[in-house]
């Protein structure tokens, strides 16, 4: 009888010491399913004063930081779209695109590393690659762009308050990257499901939520307060021969790994995955559901077939549905 009730402990430890995974799939902490931070880093070098990041919103919905005066960071990461890109990728200066979908610039901040294959260190750093990217604002020069808008009196008068000296590429970058720490959106149902406040998901979100976390294996990557382990990994989207990760790492065991997105505000994002491939929501779950993809990189070993039945698929999405955070008005222009 001892042994036997011994055994069964055993059995039950071991037990949840695996259900523990799945909800700290990591073994770190970052994975902890947890509601978003208030706020995230800042860093010291580029502190937040309220006019640092009135100027970083102007800048940020300024066309005329594109070659051709047409073009805002705006256009492509659309306010009343999550600050994502309705289109499936991005068209820049001259109609130009290139061959991934813009992602929400909401709570990027949060990211340790920005883009789909994390070439960017930080959002300063970050803020200065489309001013010059030929399919995006397709300027000659960094130096073309600060001329441009030092011939503006509202901004040289503003880089001096905020700055104290003249417009230069730093402290763009540093005035759109204040600005976008405050596009954070925090309070969806599921923080505050998260919270304690069990009544905030309905009992189809939390089967949703019950099967994210268990027969949808949905939490081995997207985890964290982010909803993304912040890892790359190749689920065999689309044929498009886009290296991915692979071009910033060079390490061959990259070839075609993105970067795992968040999911918070996804209802907002359509269309989906780096290339913009999927356009709904039961689009990317089906996609799962059948175990992934094909492409010319082998495919991540966590992906396999799911075996959803419909309304399960059906539950998952609602449960994506309720990770739309609150957005401030002060985000957009008015
Ligand atoms: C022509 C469209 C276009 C314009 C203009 C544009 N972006 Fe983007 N943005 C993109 C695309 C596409 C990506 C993804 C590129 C990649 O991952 O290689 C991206 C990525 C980002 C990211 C990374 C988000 C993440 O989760 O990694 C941020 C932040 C961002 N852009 C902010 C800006 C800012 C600030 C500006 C203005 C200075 C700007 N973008 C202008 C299309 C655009
Ligand atoms: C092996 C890791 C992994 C697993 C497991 C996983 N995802 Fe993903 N997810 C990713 C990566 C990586 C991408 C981007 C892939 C790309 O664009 O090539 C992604 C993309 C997405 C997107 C598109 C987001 C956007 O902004 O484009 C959604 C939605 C999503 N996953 C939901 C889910 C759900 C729901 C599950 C469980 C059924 C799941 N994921 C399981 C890693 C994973």
Redesign the pocket.
Known sequence: MQNHYHSRMKVLTVASFFASFLVFPLSSFAGALVPLPPNPDIPSGNLQTPLKISLGKQLFFDPNLSANGRISCASCHVPSKGFADPRSVSIGVGGKHGNR?A??ALNAAYFSRQF?DGRAGSLEEQGIGPLTNPVEMANPSNRSVVRRLEKETRYRASFQRVFGGPVSIDRIAKAIAAYERTLVTPGSAYDQFLMGNKSALTSQEQRGFAL?KGK???V???NGALLSDQG????G?SGAKDV?RYAISHDPIDKG?????G?RN?AL?SP????GS?KT?MG??EF?NQGGGRNAYPK?A??IP?HLTKSEERD?VAF?NALTGETKREMSMK
């Open positions: 979908n992602p929400s789909w994210f949808g294996r949905c081995l990557c997207h790359y990994h190749n689920l989207v991915g790994r993105f970067r795992t997105p999911l996804v994002t989906y995955m780096h290339d999927v929501l990317v779950v799962y991540d966590l992906l799911l998952l994506l």
